[in-house]
């Protein structure tokens, strides 16, 4: 190699190294210090935790459905995230994202090519001017090439940041799966419950309303009573009777939802689930945290803030485009005749930079303007998901609260009106009252047990909404969390193990 020739390759490689220099564009990424996530209001404790029902200063756990000290909640919980349907397709999803990842990380670098060919060729004789036809001939080429890409203005850093934060954002996907899906297994089952608890309650006052009839046929045939008395009485049962088809239709219902759920067909369902006639209870105050806990866990919030962090590395990919792409490469082989393959007039080399440069026109620009516009949507999606958190679990600890209430006055206004039904149906029997007020009573007692029971249903739909509120149940195995108040993103066991080993991994900027 002659001395112009080094001078020139030098020159090359002081011309890349220089640009390498170059930084990454683009805006790098932290929760932004005037989103909603970062208010103290909404890192506070919350308001209307005067519920001694409630435990505010209390970490939800893990398991939370745990906390009901039930074996069949707890294995149903366990079949569904082992069975579900759903969990299968979002699990997909997240191996999918996992793989667009694998090739953002392997974009650029080094790139390697090799060329082999051997085969027998009929040349032009009028290609090389001449006017006798050539004889056929063996030829060969072989030849390997590697090529390095730079990142000098961090394109590839950024989308490689994209494609990790949209895997993340995936995996808050899932989660926030698993805390819908646990929800729904808990709420179905205590449906199940209730609805046969309410049935229980429902066939007894028909059971009492129907001995209360029999009473007034006796008294008629005794000559005590009368006609209309009767017939009332029959209106009684007639009325209790027309109660128990929505409740079992209630029970099939919830029935159907469990076994779906549970990755099975209707009808399919654990042995002694549908037998259940007592729902679980809480041993203890429902934990509720603070809502700098709520913020961390929820996987909604994690999911919109990797939206936001994928967003503005979106941006440096869009400004990126406003430079060049520059690649070093080298290629060593050899082509020729084939019984000369390998000799040194058969060899060929080549070394050097390749710089490529589309220069930017106004749809560059505008494709930066709309990256911008794509963080500052995913930025107000996040004060949503946030806002939106908050406001859902002050809803849900407000309604828990009035509906125990409500609960307390219920059990004193049945027990109230057992006694005087009691007492009524003696008072009548002695025929110390007429029938109707022995009627009245009966039915005050029979809409006390029915309310009663549809507001302890009702209650038990309030803890569980308040756990799904509480974004519970997506770290089955308790992960653990980092601490706030920035954002702990889901990072997937596919790609925990590339981050710590690719050279293209960046560390989250918070």
């Given at each position: 190699m002659n001395r112009p020739a080094l001078h020139r390759i030098a020159f090359a490689l002081a011309l890349t190294s220089s640009l390498a220099a170059c930084r990454t564009v683009g805006p790098d990424y932290a929760v932004p210090a005037g989103s909603a996530f970062q208010r103290p209001e909404a890192n506070a404790a919350f308001i209307d935790t005067a519920n001694p029902q409630v435990a505010p200063g209390a970490e939800l756990p893990a398991r939370w459905w745990e906390l009901y000290q039930d074996a069949t909640l707890n294995g149903l919980v366990e079949q569904a995230l082992r069975d579900n349907v759903e969990l299968k397709v979002a699990d997909a999803n997240l191996r999918r994202a996992a793989a667009v990842y694998e090739q953002a990380l392997d974009a650029g670098g080094f790139e390697y090519e090799a060329e082999a060919g051997v085969s027998r060729a009929q040349l032009s004789a009028e290609s090389f001017l001449l006017e006798h036809e050539l004889p056929p001939i063996n030829l060969a080429d072989g030849k390997f090439a590697v090529s390095y890409q730079f990142d000098l203005f961090g394109k590839l850093?950024?989308?490689?940041?994209?494609?990790?934060?949209?895997?993340?954002?995936?995996?808050?996907?899932?989660?926030?799966a698993r805390v819908s899906l646990v929800a729904q297994v808990a709420g179905s089952y205590v449906e199940i419950c209730h609805a046969n608890h309410e049935l229980h309650v429902a066939e007894h006052s028909l059971q009492l309303q129907q001995r209360s009839r029999e009473v007034t046929q006796r008294l008629i045939s005794a000559g005590r009573g009368t006609p209309p008395e009767l017939a009332r009485a029959n209106a009684q049962v007639a009325m209790l009777e027309a109660a128990l088809p929505p409740l079992q239709a209630q029970r099939q219902a919830s029935e159907y939802q469990l076994a779906a759920l549970l990755g099975r067909t209707p009808g399919q369902l654990p042995e002694g689930v549908d037998a259940c006639d007592h729902a679980p209870t809480l041993a203890?105050?429902?934990?509720v945290g603070d809502g700098r806990a709520l913020l961390q866990r929820r996987p909604d919030i994690r999911q919109a803030e990797r939206k936001l962090a994928a967003a503005t590395a979106r941006i440096g990919v869009a400004t990126a485009e406003l430079y060049p792409d520059i690649r070093l490469g080298a290629s060593l082989g050899a082509a020729g005749l084939l019984a000369d393959f390998g000799e040194p007039l058969t060899q060929q080399w080549s070394f050097g930079p390749l710089i490529s440069w589309t220069l930017p026109s106004s749809g560059t620009h505008a494709r930066i303007h709309a990256t911008e516009a794509g963080a500052d949507a995913a930025l107000a999606e996040f004060d949503h998901s946030v806002l939106q958190a908050l406001r859902e679990t002050q809803t849900a600890l407000s309604r828990y609260a009035h509906d125990l209430q409500r609960l307390q006055s219920l059990q004193q206004a049945q027990a109230q009106a057992a006694l005087a039904a009691e007492q009524n149906r003696r008072l009548y029997q002695g025929g110390r009252t007429p029938y109707l007020s022995s009627l009245d009573a009966d039915r005050t007692l029979v809409s006390a047990d029915a309310t009663l029971a549809q507001q302890q249903a009702q209650v038990s739909r309030d803890q569980i909404q308040l756990f799904l509120v509480l974004g519970g149940g997506w770290n089955a195995?308790?992960?653990?969390?980092?601490?706030?108040?920035?954002?702990?993103?889901?990072?997937?066991?596919?790609?925990?193990?590339?981050?710590?080993?690719?050279?293209?991994?960046?560390?989250?900027q918070h």
């Open positions: 850093k950024r989308a490689s940041e994209a494609a990790r934060d949209d895997e993340q954002s995936v995996a808050a996907a899932m989660d926030l203890q105050p429902l934990p195995d308790a992960v653990a969390q980092a601490p706030a108040p920035t954002v702990v993103p889901t990072v997937s066991r596919h790609a925990a193990n590339r981050q710590a080993a690719s050279r293209h991994a960046t560390t989250q």
